[in-house]
T-cell receptor
Framework: GENVEQHPSTLSVQEGDSAVIKCTYS??????FPWYKQELGKRPQLIID?????GEKKDQRIAVTLNKTAKHFSLHITETQPEDSAVYFC???????????FGKGTSLLVTP | DAGVIQSPRHEVTEMGQEVTLRCKPI?????LFWYRQTMMRGLELLIY????????DSGMPEDRFSAKMPNASFSTLKIQPSEPRDSAVYFC?????????????FGQGTRLTVV
């Protein structure tokens, strides 16, 4: 089955700096790569996703890049704010009809 | 729509007791997933259903765990007998397989404590 590795497990940045989280996956048939944000005590919520026919996608301060050849994808958060502090999960799946396989998560702390 | 609804939100039970977790997916969604979250293992997929049919239950830890989806609007995850190592947050999620969006929406989770 799919195996998703995520790094780093913890990340601390100063407010205004950028944060980068990286993931690798093992199943070459995976073609859907979402990122979820989970605040303390809350449910995971989708923040951005990318499909294998696209190399990069951006939504305001958040961007995701995908390298299908190398089987890795990354989340980039620019101009970080304290409210960005949360656990971020990457995931991969074969899209419709298949379950998401999640990385172990990255705990991001943005200090004022 | 109220989103994915799970009950109970918190459950404390004694070792050896039966525990039943419940989930109501978003109306119109045809895929349902059960995940378990712990600090050590992160978000683990336990089982998922498409159109009420179990597709992959390879993540179910052992025979003490069972899941059912008798209809499109209800699913249960049962642990019998429960053990302290089952303590975790259990999430149910649903998505629209074949739809324009394959986003998986999570419920609020059930925090299970087995003492």
């Amino acid at each position: 089955g799919e195996n998703v590795e995520q790094h780093p497990s913890t990340l601390s940045v100063q407010e205004g700096d950028s944060a980068v989280i990286k993931c690798t996956y093992s199943d070459s048939a995976s073609n859907y790569f979402p990122w979820y944000k989970q605040e303390l005590g809350k449910r995971p919520q989708l923040i951005i996703d990318i499909r294998s026919n696209v190399g990069e996608k951006k939504d305001q301060r958040i961007a995701v890049t995908l390298n299908k050849t190398a089987k890795h994808f990354s989340l980039h958060i620019t101009e970080t704010q304290p409210e960005d502090s949360a656990v971020y999960f990457c995931a991969a799946s074969r899209d419709s009809g298949y379950a998401l396989n999640f990385g172990k998560g990255t705990s991001l702390l943005v200090t004022p | 729509d109220a989103g994915v609804i799970q009950s109970p939100r918190h459950e404390v039970t004694e070792m050896g007791q039966e525990v039943t977790l419940r989930c109501k997916p978003i109306s119109g969604h045809n895929s349902l997933f059960w995940y378990r979250q712990t600090m050590m293992r992160g978000l683990e997929l336990l089982i998922y259903f498409n159109n009420n049919v179990p597709i992959d239950d390879s993540g179910m830890p052992e025979d003490r765990f069972s899941a059912k989806m008798p209809n499109a609007s209800f699913s249960t995850l049962k642990i019998q007998p429960s053990e302290p190592r089952d303590s975790a947050v259990y999430f149910c999620a649903s998505s629209n397989w074949g739809g324009r969006s394959t986003e998986a929406f999570f419920g609020q989770g059930t925090r299970l404590t087995v003492v």
